[in-house]
Each structure stands twice: as C-alpha cells, then as structure tokens.
C-alpha cells in the first residue's frame, strides 16, 4: 500500500473492523475527486465509516440529517436580509465543507436530493443567481437504507448517476462483532479519532491519482465493458460515458493505492461492481432474477481481459 494513503487506511481501521476492502475503495473515491454512497439495512456502521474518513483529514466537515420536511436551502445556504447596510447577505449551508455527510438521503423528498446536484458535479452552488465555489477538496458521503424500508423516497436515476461508487458495508462476522462489543464497552473509538492528515496532502494525491498511466488498451476494455451494458438483454438502461470516466479514474486511483504507477487490468474488474452497478437499470422482467451486480460480473466475464 501507498505510504501517503496508509495513514488514513489504518485511522479508518481503528472503527471500522474487518472491512478493509470498504475501507480502501471508500479512500478511493476521495481520491478520484468523487462522491459516495452507502447503502446497507440500519446499525452497520454506514455513518461511522463517513465520519471516520471526515476525521481523518484535517478539514472543515459538514453534516446534513435528512428528514421529510428538510428544504434545499437547508443545505446550500440562504440570503438573509441585514438592516444596518441594507443587504443580502448569503449564510453558507453545510454543504460549504470538505467532506460532507448527508445522513440517510432517501429521507428526505426528491426536491431536497436535487438541491445537492450542482454541488456534487459541478464543485458549485447557486443561490439567487449567485454562484458559490466549493471548497477543496470536497467529497459528498451519502448514506442510504434500502428503499423497502417504509419512509423512503428512492434515488432518481440523475442522483444515483452522480456518486461516482456505490458501497454496502455488510454484516461483521462472529469474531468482528464480539470485538465491536468489546471496543465499545466504555467508549465509542470514533470519539478519540485524530487527523492523520490535511486537505492540502490530500489535493496533492489526487494530482497524483490523475497522473498514473492509462494505456490505450486499458481505455478500450474499459469501453468495451461500458458498451456491453448498453447491449445487455437484462439492462433497460446502459452506463453513460460519465461512468466511463468515473471507472477510469477509480481504476487510476486504486492503482495509486496499492502503489503502481499503471493501471492494469485487475484494478478495472476490481472497480468495476460498486463504479457501475448503480448506474444501470434492469428490465422489469430481470429485476425478479438477478441484481444488478450480478449483471455487471456477468458483463466483465464476458469481455476479453487485454494482455
């Protein structure tokens, strides 16, 4: 592993029990510049695991707790009226951060989602034809329960198509959760967490990231998988060239991870499920057979690996 991301890979770890693979494609998303989702059944650490990563970097964090009757300038700002001079003047919402933890997103109503659309893609908000930058860097961690669960208003497509991966924590194992107990008995280790890092150490990472090797014929299968989802039979809906992108920068930034200075074919497949399974839509028949993912794995045992 990279001795630069190591730090927060073992920070992590110290809340975060046996999950490492999570934990490492988690960090790859904050260093392809991207935006997560995590989805799993209630009490499985989806929030722990987002504030873990917030409090291992030394920068502002926001955090935003989705209800019904939460309003999108409750999470990008608003322009308040001030007497004295006689102006606006615009109070930044907790979106205005470096990391930031929107709690069980599919809360709250689908107007609310899209208030976070413009800042998740375009690094920007616009509030009374105003345009506000965003901080650097700047990551949005969404945590999500299955929409079965009563109370739940369901991603729309255009939402899901901005996180750049989609994760599902899992259950711990026996042994994990006896020592989850056994941590927690007296306090929980989140609260004594400490930055191992800061928001500047992590931009110079990400321009590493965006510098490691892509060769052409790295590109091609990349793109060959991403058009087998348009032509899939059980697919109603393929990967635009946005998950493209985003399967290329992943790829790059595992590579980074596990200190390589290329991006090989194994860094792809091992991408491939939680980049691009939230991004297509199954026919309505193929939605009672199989899951998503287990189209996407069908799709990556059919294209040919380059050599």
């Given amino acids: 592993m990279n001795e630069l991301i190591k730090p927060i890979f073992k920070n992590i770890s110290k809340v975060i029990l046996g999950k490492n693979d999570t934990i490492i494609m988690a960090c790859a998303v904050l260093l392809a510049r991207g ?3 995590l989805e799993d059944a209630p009490g499985l650490g989806k929030t722990i ?3 873990a990563l917030a ?3 030394e920068g502002r964090f ?8 939460l309003l999108p300038s409750d999470i990008t700002g608003v322009s308040i009226y001030n007497e004295q001079d006689r102006k606006f003047k615009f109070r930044p919402g907790p979106v205005f951060a470096n990391i930031v933890l929107v709690d069980e997103i599919n809360r709250t109503t689908p107007r609310t989602q899209s208030s976070l659309l413009e800042a998740m893609e375009e690094r920007q908000v616009s509030v009374d034809n105003k345009t506000y930058k965003m901080y650097e860097p700047f990551m949005v961690i969404a945590t999500q329960n299955p929409v079965e669960y009563h109370g739940t208003y369901p991603l729309p497509e255009a939402q899901l198509d901005r996180f750049l991966m989609r994760l599902s924590i899992g259950y711990p194992d026996l042994n994990q959760e006896m020592s989850i107990m056994q941590m927690q008995k007296e306090q929980h280790p989140i609260d004594t967490l400490e930055a ?7 931009i110079k990472m990400q321009q590493q990231v965006a510098s490691i090797l892509v060769d052409e014929k790295v590109l091609r299968y990349i793109t060959l998988i991403i058009r087998e989802t348009r032509v899939h039979n059980d697919v109603m809906l393929g990967v635009s060239p946005r998950g493209s992108l ?6 790059q930034a595992l590579a980074f991870i596990e200190d390589e200075e290329q991006v090989t074919p194994n860094f792809v497949k091992r ?3 939680a980049v691009l399974a939230h991004r297509i839509l199954l026919k309505p028949q193929a939605r009672a057979e199989k899951t998503s993912l287990q189209v996407i794995e069908e799709i990556i045992s059919r294209v040919a690996v380059p050599t």
Avoid at 196 to 202: G, L, P, S, Y
Avoid at 246 to 251: I, T
Wanted: proline content about 3%; aromatic content about 0%; glycine content about 6%.
């Fill in 246 to 251: 985003a399967l290329m920068r992943v790829s």
């Fill in 35 to 37: 935006n997560l989702l």
């Fill in 55 to 57: 409090q291992s970097i």
């Fill in 196 to 202: 191992v890092v800061n928001a500047k150490d992590i």
């Fill in 62 to 69: 926001g955090r935003v707790q989705c209800t019904p009757d």
């Fill in 49 to 51: 695991l987002a504030r």
């Fill in 271 to 273: 991408a491939s499920g």
